[in-house]
């Protein structure tokens, strides 16, 4: 494929992003940049959310997993129902009873300030990893399609990828993210289904050969009852619940979308709706998998090794090449869905939980906002870089991996935060946030000997989140004193 066409169709595709942001961010403040003045309509909201929630990750590396994990990741998707029930209904209502900025605001007015601090902190090495290891999937497609070509290095091809997210997010923040993202997941959409439809072209089967034949193949066996083994139903479901719970409930990024709704119905709405459509996306994410390897046998190919490379591989070398401009522009659209709205949290969180933002006058809070939103790219850059050379797995196992070290502390923080009323001794919380992930990878990699075979999977992070919640119960003393408690009943 021609790598002009291919730049082609990025450079339109970025035109319009630019242009998008073009009519967002005019006067704008940062009330805009955070919240988007809390106006946003709810179902675009919603919309927007299945790109961003999805990324790059699972336009690649969950197709590239049928072939040894079937339609097992379904099981964790169904989790992430139950995960998004507890997020409507618990954690939503607080954040916008305390009408917050950053979520993490919560964690000082329950503990105190080491513990705000600290689950702040936490979000941003999570989010900052997780965004780097999808963007790193889009920059090496687009490495393999168009700058090995031409002779452009991989690191160069790295920074032209986040100089484009800064471009059009630096200015309006949250409100741009908004309708870019609908843009995006209206993008995406359509690339999942028109590279579907093509692929059971040239297959030769329509929509009711195209199902039976997904559904007779080895790839779809959903549900896994083996307890030792790692796609066991229970451990996919619950520990499905409690990725959504950390990954959207407890993430800036996530629900500072949902506080730009107009109020906490419709953020409910949109959570809810949100949800219910994931599932079936998930599903056209599985199928399109199956066909691949479906493709490849029936034509006897020879498929990469690394199950991230088979959908680009087939996409940019085998199939017709409209497939190819396809998957390019779907692999495009859901990456940056993620990684703009990721870079604009980060920014958030850093400005609101670290620079005291408040105090500041408008102008100075502009200033230090385009500072840190450089800063943030720049970073970036470096970790996407870094992972290039340490990392030798599936992308989609490095970011659950990341998010169940990385958020279980948050977990334990608000778990222990809502659901007990003792108060704990603040000064010892960050050394209990480091010291539970260290000992969650401790057991988790001596497992099998230590529990009679028995593997961890995703549930590190419910481990993680039990030992957090564990060291916060042994420094804790007592119950809230009676100010604290006043305190959050006004605020409720």
Known sequence: MSPTLIISLIVAYFFILIFISYLTSKNTDSETFFLANRKSPWYVVAFGMIGTSLSGVTFVSIPGMVQKAQFSYLQLVLGYLLGYFVIATVLMPLYYRLNLVSIYTYLEQRFGYWSYKTGAGFFLLSRTLGAAIRLFLVAGVLQLAVFDGLG???????????????????????????????????????????????????????????????????????????????????????????????????????????????????????????????VFVNILFLSLGALLYIYANTKGIDLPAKGDDVFPFLALGYFPQIVGLVFILGIIAITYASADSALTALTTSFCVDFLNFKERSEHERVRLRYIVHVGFSVLMVLVILAFDVLNSENVVTAVFKVAGYTYGPLLGLYSFGLYTRRAVRDRFVPLICVVAPLLTYIISYNSVDWFWGYEFGFEVLILNGFLTFTGLMAVSSGKIDELELAQEQQAS
Do not use: H
């Open 152 to 278: 452009v290095p991989f690191a160069v091809s790295v920074v032209i990828t986040i100089a484009l997210i800064w471009v059009y997010t630096f200015r309006g923040g949250m409100k741009t993210i908004i309708w870019t993202d609908t843009f995006q997941t209206t993008a995406m959409l359509l690339a999942v289904g028109i590279s579907i439809w093509l692929i059971s072209d040239e297959l030769n089967m329509g929509f009711q050969g195209l199902v039976s034949t997904i559904e007779a193949s080895d790839y779809s066996q959903v549900f896994f009852w083996d307890v030792k083994d790692s796609r066991y139903f229970l451990k996919q479901f619950f520990s499905g619940a409690f990725i959504a719970i950390v990954m959207t409930g407890l993430d800036q990024d996530m629900m500072q979308k949902n506080l730009s709704c107009k109020n906490i119905g419709e953020a409910q709405k949109n959570m809810f709706w949100f949800s219910i459509i994931l």
